[in-house]
């Protein structure tokens, strides 16, 4: 599906969608993270129904992955967000609709609706979050997502070089590149410009600004923005880009219910841990205080299955889906989830369980641990 | 062998033979596990004799080195089985038929009788399973081998994108490519259509059904179908594929006499750990209750000696006889076991031994393991 | 920068920059050292503001970032430390002077003042390490470093294969490739010879000599050289590429005030530690008693970042200041500093902190460290 | 050298030379396992004089080098041993005859004398080991070196697939190769039949035989023909080819004097320990009362300053030197010892040492062993 996606998208919102921070050795880092935890699997336990249901926030999910909040899908294709929500509802999930989306959030609640979720940047001013999250509250988001690991924009040096604004503007040298993706062009121009739709009240014309001063991020947000959101936001609050088992306590304490361990698809902080190597610890930490999911290098269902087998509750998938939107639009997104959701199926039957619940850290062993052999 | 097979087979044969689930990790894995294990050779012994028979239940085999079950050999040379067979049995050791393959299990064993091995999948159908192990048992086999790591298949995404079918007709895309292939046509047409010999009465005809939806697999299998089969079987009774100490545990309280530990050459299960590795952990639990056998990435004489020295009675090779049946027929199966034979017993001077008896873990160390440096 | 520096340069001189000691093993462990150290992020931590000053020897730095010394700037840019140093105090901080340096001393410091510092080679003639050093105390340098890891020089097989000759002229050889690069020789043609300008009084003719054969170097100096140095100067003295707890004790005991962790970038002794795997033990050691800081290897504010975590003060850089002269004279410097200071500051603000003092040992965790995984 | 010696040589006679056995795992480990270990130098210790002599047998080395046996010299150059023992008594050390070796035994001590070692393999008839003992015990050899890694042959397969034969003899298939290589044939003309030397009286004919069906060795030798040989032969005794600290503390029981922990530079088992990661353990077991001596993957004077700081009293090269001889004869050789003794001097000088006996195990430190570390 990535392959597809590379041909049709101009290379300028491929990177964009691709790309990680710096020298990209945590985007790398994700993936062989994954490889390096091996699955022990249990046989002749009979899994003629596989069930990969699970429950989050009381609500049931027909299959452990959500879609991540994503800046500017329509950019992929013209359709963007609602192409995706169709599929993810249609496919027994959600979408998590980005503060920096391209879709107006009361649309998407109307046009598509659905147990969607809310993911906020804070701005500065406080007076514009209230304002933006009585909006999630009203249109009928079911939870809120608190992204804190962009406390500042990581330097993607694809977008650096590419000279990427927002709304979305190709620059003089990218023109010929772009002008070899006529297909691409045609749903640009019914789209419309491609900019933040929630940012400001609409018929407000944005100027293109490049995308590493954009202003909807508060470096100076600590917890006690938290506790205020708490206060503010009646549903389930997660909080998004945690990688350690102290913020996770932090973040409990001020009354999260949920945290995404992430590294945000290698695209802040080059060098960090992975998500995958931090869950384990922030697990234990948490003790099922609340609910924990993951993301950032999950593109197989036995990524899926390791990630519940060490504490996850359900994932979450940023760049597949965008890939899978620029492949086909809705059939791409819902393609991407089916493939999932066989693959998942797949990896229970064959590591021997009928439900998600069955998993555990035993089903887990790290590559080249060899008991009883001289070391 | 491995080129020649290249060479000589259309790609979608090939890639049914050479391919792996999913990303090929646990394929590639396989090969990285016994390279990371080293040998520590003793010197100075007198090895003038070098001995690589084993018993293995009762039966001396002329080298630790049995065939293992494998779907559809004639695919690879038009006389599939038959041909090995007669290698094998000349080289003092024996073929598993398969559930899946390409001969009807009588004609093997009335053409090309032998100790041979009868490999088991399970049908939904009690019954049904019934009459393949009594036909088995009648047919003389002297093993039954259950498998019990495809509770479903594994995604093989060769064969998927090749359209792959049984009984195998290619697909009009791949025609071409099949074209260039003259000698394995000739072979093809000689052999009639290929397909599974032992599922239905001869004469009945099979349509053609994609690989992924083969019915020949019990998801719903559990620990009293083992218990069943130990009823109804008479022989030694092997269950393939188990990875973990806590199934070992299970297999021999139900009574089988046996276990292949192998992660199904990297077809089924991507990402889950390799069997050399797992091996010591089994053995331990184990303790001679039961004989410990392993395939999954045995390529070299010096993997033999490994897996053995770690525990293991005698391995399984797959790929390795397909390639040599595809390269040569019967004299190329018989090349493969002399190969390793000769290889084997070098390996076996070198280390100093014998015997195979004379192998135990302190032969093995891993790569990198230092003693007495700062660390 | 560094593309577009290997671009502008000759070989011969790119080389003289770029390259290490015999294989260059730890000119390349030195990135994946770093790269194997992974960062644990802390969030929701108020960081609007970030300071990442640090204080050397009761002196402010604007950013924790030096300038190391290098031998011949002027190969890279006619300009050469001139440059670099008005470069540096415009960005908050200051050259380190080599005694290998192309710009003498005392017109260094009457031309671009500042607080900078000067590196010393000891000659096996006391009395002429006695003059350099009182001119430099002369001249108002800061702070002395004496280098202690070129006791002879390693061996730079790049410059051993291109004859590199101090003064430098190029072997004819190599003259067809030098001749590709106009612009690099207007700048030469503009310097003038290019060599030691610290060595001879002014106006004494240098012979081009073999890099490996210079003598600004005294193997047999021990401890005692590092005591009589300290009764001889009046400033802060380091002590430049120990590696050990055990020489880091020795120089404190000596009278060092500063430790600089170093492993010459790769270019002495091929197969050493590398330097930020050292660091941690020799910030046990130390405890306090002197301030330590590092270099080889520092590409990326990231890197900046895990060094300071691990107990550094400072870093230097070397090689990419070079590669911002080549590129750009003083502004390409300018650049460079300013391109790691963004990144700090990125870095800072992703890790939760708001000034470098908040850094620690938690900050980092090695790549592939698993809590509460079957190992 | 090695890139000279590969365009002078036929390749037929460049890969006996450079092989491994069958994958070459052990070739590359050799090397992985020398940069796996990094040094941990001590600066300010003067070195202004370095003596990389050493003693082997109360015999004084100038540098701790020797020639390794190796088969068949003069196929890289016609000269052979005699060329090589004249490098090596120039420099200090000697030249290890092997029983395979190219030149007359008694002709190599008259015509180019020193202190020689005499390598011997053992055939299985005791009469004539005992003459060829008796012959090198006359002509003045220093030690005897029995190779005990070669019960019976590695498979080479480069060897194997070229069909290469004693006396060299290349098959059809390869005379155009060889063709190509005129400075070479004009060598080997001068050399006439390149065989064994000292395996039949001379005025014997040998003819052509495939190289692993050679008959000098004797897979049935065990300690018993090492205590045999100990009362045999006078002078020193070493056992070459041991990897184990049970192996060594055989050896030292029956009588040796020296033991060379040796791989067979991965000729022999592949996938068998290295050597320089099999010497600590052995150094340990053996406390003292052998000498010991490492090859197989020395290439740089660091690889000579680890070996000897874990343990060993001299090295002993294989390749290199036949590299050296096959681009230039003796004074390949010669420069080929003379690099690796300015390497020696360089590191020796770059550690702080000032002779080999002040280096110990606290030079050695793993790659990415970092102290206080979360790990």
Redesign the interface.
Known sequence: VRAIAKRRLPRIVFDFIDGGA??E??LR?NRA????????????????TRDQSTTVFGRRLESPVILAPTGLPRLAHWEGERAAARAAVANGTHVTLATGGSTRLEDLMEETPGPHWFQLYLW?ERARNEAMVKRAQAAGYRALVLT??V?????RERDLRHGFTVPFRPRLGMALEVARHPRWIAGYARAGPIGFANFDEPGTRQRPTAHHKLTHR??????D??RWLRELWEGPLL?K????A??AE??IA?GADGIIVSNHGGR???????SI??L??I??AVGGRAEILLDSGVR?G?DVV?AIA?GARAVLIGRPWLWGLAAGGEAGVARVLQLLR??I???L????CRSLGELD??Y????????????
Chains 1, 2, 3, 4 share one sequence.
Do not use: H, M, W
């Open positions: 710096e020298d050795v945590t880092a993270a994954f490889e390096a935890l091996t699955l022990r699997p249990r046989y002749l336990r009979p899994v003629e500065p804190v690991d406390p500042v924009l990581g330097r508060n470096p100076a947000a600590g917890l923005e938290l909080v880009g945690l990688l350690t102290e913020d932090d973040a001020c802040q902080l080059d060098g960090v841990q992975t190597d931090a384990p610890q697990v234990a197989r036995t390791k060490l066989i693959e199926d797949t990896a039957a064959l590591v021997g850290a035993s887990v062993v790290r590559t080249g641990a060899v008991e009883n052999v001289r070391n």
